[in-house]
T-cell receptor
Framework: AQSVTQLDSHVSVSEGTPVLLRCNYS??????LFWYVQHPNKGLQLLLK??????LVKGINGFEAEFKKSETSFHLTKPSAHMSDAAEYFC???????????FGKGTKLSVIP | NAGVTQTPKFQVLKTGQSMTLQCAQD?????MSWYRQDPGMGLRLIHY???????DQGEVPNGYNVSRSTTEDFPLRLLSAAPSQTSVYFC????????????FGEGSWLTVV
């Protein structure tokens, strides 16, 4: 079985300050992990993915995430928030050899001017 | 290359009506799936298919039917719509399992009154 816990349902930051969105996972086998972003009334866009290569993964729009097996975490960070980052973010896990994704419940990021 | 195409984008149904959400992909992906998104719930898997002629149930299959007669198409049928099926529906596809990127459609907003 696998599960994903996004520790914050809502995060609010000021423009230009760092962003941290937290994700813990549970998986019986070596997982692949993803972060997706969803802007209001839009589909899901892949930000980045971890697939057992480098533990620090760089994605689009300045986001990155670090896979920490000992902590079963895959937190998403960005050094400086931009207004366009306001959206909902989903952490997703899929175990090796599987097709089925397990989504976290999402973290809504608000960026204050 | 259109990616994953979902139709319709918006639909209002009366309780008891049936309808089909269409999903097509032009990337020759073997895996296709349907999710529903509800506030605070993330995305939950309804049905999935690992190839033409093969389908299986996900986490929330009740009230939905699928078929996969071709690699490209994976329609989702609501047999007798209920207000509880008011949701946003996403179709997804990928080539292979685990670490391969999953591509999502733009979503279908369905309201059952």
């Amino acid at each position: 079985a696998q599960s994903v816990t996004q520790l914050d349902s809502h995060v609010s930051v000021s423009e230009g300050t760092p962003v941290l969105l937290r994700c813990n996972y549970s998986s019986s086998y070596s997982p692949s992990l993803f972060w997706y972003v969803q802007h209001p009334n839009k589909g899901l866009q892949l930000l980045l993915k971890y697939t057992s290569a480098a533990t620090l993964v760089k994605g689009i729009n300045g986001f990155e995430a670090e896979f920490k097996k000992s902590e079963t975490s895959f937190h998403l960070t960005k050094p400086s928030a931009h207004m366009s980052d306001a959206a909902e973010y989903f952490c997703v896990v899929i175990r090796a050899g599987s097709y089925q994704l397990t989504f976290g419940k999402g973290t809504k990021l608000s960026v204050i001017p | 290359n259109a990616g994953v195409t979902q139709t319709p984008k918006f639909q209002v149904l009366k309780t008891g009506q049936s309808m089909t959400l269409q999903c097509a992909q032009d990337m020759n992906h073997e895996y296709m799936s349907w999710y529903r998104q509800d506030p605070g719930m993330g995305l939950r898997l309804i049905h999935y298919s690992v190839g033409a002629g093969i389908t299986d149930q996900g986490e929330v299959p009740n009230g939905y039917n699928v078929s996969r007669s071709t690699t490209e198409d994976f329609p989702l049928r609501l047999l007798s719509a209920a207000p509880s099926q008011t949701s946003v529906y996403f179709c997804a596809s990928s080539y292979g399992s685990s670490g391969n990127t999953i591509y999502f459609g733009e979503g279908s907003w369905l309201t059952v009154v």
